[in-house]
């Protein structure tokens, strides 16, 4: 069975300061790996995705991601982060963009001046 | 390009009660999804239409929930009778197989309050 763990519930990270949000999976096959954002009373945004390729995918807003196969990780990065980028992330698997995605249970960022 | 439209936004029932939702696909996409958001978790689905069939309604709790996806576009999820656990974020989301993009868009989600 497909599973997804975000090992942090909350993190908080001053304006400018960079940011790592830790994706763990489990998946039988090569997964599909997506992040979503998700700020209060919004539905979820696709940040960027990877299906296969380059390890280190672009996505909006300025966030990467980098897949290791070898630590079934997802890592979401942003150099430098803005007060507009405090909602909750959520890293997701599945065997296509298209099947049943498998969601973490998410990351709160809070961003303090 | 609209985005999925979900309604209401927001609903209070009180237990027992029935209560359904709405949703309203982007246009040409085939592929619907239901999910559930309990208060801090991640969504889960509890439905998955491809155009008019339901694909994959493992996780729909059959007792008292139930869908259709009228003529492939729009879709409603009912629950009756509405009980206290219910209470969550009802998620609604599209895609179009093929189109290649790969991905799911979401909707703004329904609030329902069971008192």
């Known amino acids: 069975a497909q599973s997804v763990t975000q090992p942090d519930i909350h993190i908080t990270v001053s304006e400018g300061a960079s940011l790592e949000l830790r994706c763990n999976y489990s998946?039988?096959?090569?997964?599909?790996l997506f992040w979503y954002v998700q700020s209060p009373g919004q539905g979820l945004q696709l940040l960027l995705k990877?299906?296969?390729?380059?390890?280190l995918v672009q996505g909006i807003k300025g966030f990467e991601a980098e897949f290791k196969r070898s630590q079934s990780s997802f890592n979401l990065r942003k150099p430098s982060v803005h007060w507009s980028d405090a909602a909750e992330y959520f890293c997701a698997v599945g065997p296509s963009g298209y099947s049943t995605l498998t969601f973490g249970k998410g990351t709160m960022l809070l961003v303090s001046p | 390009e609209a985005g999925v439209v979900q309604s209401p936004r927001y609903k209070i029932i009180e237990k027992k009660q029935p209560v359904a939702f709405w949703c309203n696909p982007i246009s040409g996409h085939n592929t619907l999804y239901w999910y559930r958001q309990n208060l801090g978790q991640g969504p889960e689905l509890l439905i998955r239409?491809?155009?008019?069939?339901?694909?994959?309604d493992s996780q729909l709790p059959k007792d008292r929930f139930s869908a259709e996806r009228l003529k492939g576009v729009d879709s409603t999820l009912k629950i009756q009778p509405a009980e206290l656990g219910d209470s969550a974020v009802y998620l609604c989301?599209?895609?179009?197989?093929?189109?290649?993009?790969?991905?799911?868009?979401f909707g703004p989600g329904t609030r329902l309050t069971v008192l």
């Open positions: 989301a599209s895609s179009l197989i093929g189109g290649g993009g790969n991905e799911q868009f």
């Open positions: 239409y491809e155009n008019e069939e339901a694909v994959d």
């Open positions: 998946y039988g096959a090569t997964p599909y």
């Open positions: 990877y299906f296969s390729g380059d390890t």
